[in-house]
């Protein structure tokens, strides 16, 4: 019976989709393309009013090769939310298969200029293929966002949480909700 069962936990760490000796996920192949973003890295993410921001991008296959990766990168918001604007974008000429390809761009941030009641707060969001040409296992991971924090000019101080904005300094047409 112990031996059924060695042989059994042998099989089951044998096809495991983690390596449980090196604890890093083993990446399958794909018969088709699988682009995924590991990181957005920015050169701060709490900033000076006016202050540029230094982004660098990893993007990984871990399906067949591609080519004419478009991405966009958004502020302000996910691609589909009110206040969402398109900052950047690009293609990636080439990613081999089981490959990755690395971006980098740059954004100024000004106070003034968030949609997220005059908190100084900005979400950014990455986004590879946003027209959806490029047929892949998942789409869903096709996304990666970052907060950058701006200190509000006039003080100085750091940006306040949502929660503890009064009424009467949100911008118009904008709520704190519940």
């Not at 950047?88 to 390809?101: C, F, K, Q, R, S």
């Not at 990455?126 to 959806?132: A, S, T, V």
Request: hydrophobic share 35%; charged share 15%; net charge negative.
């Amino acid at each position: 019976m112990k031996k059924i069962l060695s042989m059994v936990l042998g099989l089951i760490l044998l096809f495991s989709p983690l390596n449980v000796f090196a604890l890093t996920p083993v990446n399958p192949t794909y018969d088709q393309p699988e682009l995924y973003i590991t990181n957005l890295v920015p050169s701060s993410t709490t900033i000076q009013d006016g202050e540029t921001v230094y982004f660098k991008a990893t993007i990984k296959n871990s399906g067949t090769a591609v080519d004419n990766v478009k991405w966009m990168f958004y502020n302000n918001g996910y691609p589909t939310s009110d206040g969402a604007t398109k900052r950047a974008n690009g293609v990636i000429d080439h990613i081999y298969a089981n490959g990755e390809a690395r971006i980098e761009f740059s954004m100024q941030f000004n106070y003034r200029d968030d949609q997220l009641h005059n908190s100084g707060s900005f979400i950014t969001v990455l986004m590879i293929d946003p027209d959806n040409t490029i047929q892949e296992v998942s789409d869903i991971n096709n996304y990666y966002g970052v907060t950058i924090y701006v200190k509000n000019p006039n003080t100085n101080e750091p940006i306040r949480p949502v929660d503890q904005i009064k009424p009467q300094e949100q911008k118009s047409g904008t709520s704190c909700g519940a």
